[in-house]
Each structure stands twice: as structure tokens, then as C-alpha cells.
């Protein structure tokens, strides 16, 4: 079946980085773009950004440049979600979500299959 | 991008219907038919619920139906189940390949 497996939790200090993967199955891995979301303990959703497994072309959110970086290996179907400089502010769950297409057409705002979210802990 | 605005919390009763709006700007929800709807349990990843409005992917009940007037769209949940209870989110294509969440409203079935 279609799915996202992501890799585990992490527990990091402030100021190291963080990698996070996303494995995608199912499906034509290129063929759909791939967003990331963030959720800050008790908190809502916030979109990171997104990348087009197809041409390698990352898209950044307003408040995600610099430390944040989408990267991909579509020869094992798997985005990754690089963090650096970690504050103890990422503390978050971070899921990869697939963009949703119906026929030929795939909609930019609409993510239909999520992995299930990695928890990255940043603490001293 | 300045999120979404949702209200924190809705509710009703057993077959009940409630509705949650989803209020943006000019630049977001007004200015595409591209708002999605998602829901979330407690430790679960999203499930998209509605796309492009008032769409429904395969597999989502007819219960859930979504509408937009101006900068504010809306989820209706009708026949409310214990199931429903939930957090809901709503996103919004803005433009520029961006999409931004509304802040989530939690629905409590009475």
C-alpha cells in the first residue's frame, strides 16, 4: 500500500543537527511532491515547505531558510529533512506528507499521505 | 504569512451538525479555490478530509462537506458521531507554491 515511513525519535542538545527521513512506497516516488509540517507540542500545524522529487527544486516556508534544509535520494525514494543549529524552540513533531493528486491533476495545497511523524527533542 | 484563523473549540451533540470557519485574507483563502481540510486525533497523524473547497477524497464520508464565502471557508460535519471528535485544521494555497495551516480547532462531541 502507498505510505511515508519516517526514521525515529531524536533527543539532541541545542546546537547540534538533526536528519530526518522519509521513505516512500507504493507509489512513483518522483512522480509526487513531497511537503513537510511541523507541530510544536501542543500546538498547530505550520507548513515547512515542500520538495519536487522530479527536479530537485526546494521551496521554503517564511521562517524556515537557512537552518532547514530539503534534500532527497530518489534512488531509495526517500526525502530528508536536514535541521542545523538546533534550538530548544524545534522541539516539535516533524511529518513528510505526500501532495495529493486526483487523475492528472495534483493539487499544491492538499496532502493526502503523511508518514508518522518524528519526534525531535532538543534539550541540554 | 500570517496563519489562519480558526475558533479553538466547537462542539455538538450526537447527530448534530456543527460547522468551523477558517478565516485568511485577500491572498489565501479568497483569492484560490485551494483550501483543504484535515483531521487530526490525539497522536495520529492528519487526514485529509476535503480539498479544493468542497471536495472529497475517496474513502471520506458525505458527512463532511466544506464551502468558502470570500476570505472564510467552512467544514460542516452533519449526523455528528463520537468518532468526529477531533482537531481540525485548514490550509490554503497562497501563492508562489506557499500553503499555510490555520491554528486548529478542537471538536468535542457532547
Known amino acids: 500500500q502507498v505510505q511515508l515511513v519516517q526514521s525515529g525519535s531524536e533527543l539532541k542538545k541545542p546546537g547540534a543537527s538533526v536528519k530526518v527521513s522519509c521513505k516512500g512506497s507504493g507509489y512513483t516516488f518522483i512522480s509526487y511532491v513531497m511537503n513537510w509540517v511541523r507541530q510544536a507540542p501542543g500546538q498547530g500545524l505550520e507548513w515547512m515547505g515542500c520538495i519536487n522529487p522530479y527536479t530537485g527544486n526546494p521551496t521554503y516556508a517564511q521562517g524556515f531558510t537557512g537552518r532547514f534544509v530539503f534534500s532527497l535520494d530518489t534512488s531509495v525514494s526517500t526525502a530528508y529533512l536536514h535541521i542545523s543549529s538546533l534550538e530548544a524552540e524545534d522541539t516539535a513533531v516533524y511529518y513528510c506528507a505526500r501532495q495529493f493528486c486526483s487523475g492528472t491533476t495534483c493539487y499544491e495545497h492538499a496532502f493526502d499521505i503523511w508518514g508518522q511523524g518524528t519526534v525531535v527533542a532538543v534539550s541540554s | 504569512q500570517s496563519a489562519l484563523t480558526q475558533p479553538p473549540s466547537a462542539s455538538g451533540s450526537p447527530g448534530q451538525s456543527v460547522t468551523i470557519s477558517c478565516t485568511g485574507t485577500?491572498?489565501?483563502?479568497?483569492?484560490?479555490?485551494?483550501v483543504s481540510w484535515y483531521q487530526q486525533h490525539p497522536g495520529k497523524a492528519p487526514k485529509l478530509m476535503i480539498y479544493?473547497?468542497?471536495k472529497r477524497p475517496s474513502g471520506v464520508p458525505d458527512r463532511f462537506s466544506g464551502s468558502k464565502s470570500g476570505n472564510t471557508a467552512s467544514l460542516t460535519v452533519s449526523g455528528l458521531q463520537a468518532e468526529d471528535e477531533a482537531d481540525y485544521y485548514c490550509n490554503s494555497y497562497t501563492g508562489s507554491d506557499n500553503v499555510v495551516f490555520g491554528g486548529g480547532t478542537k471538536l468535542t462531541v457532547l
Open positions: 479544493e473547497v468542497s
Open positions: 485577500s491572498s489565501d483563502v479568497g483569492g484560490y479555490n485551494y
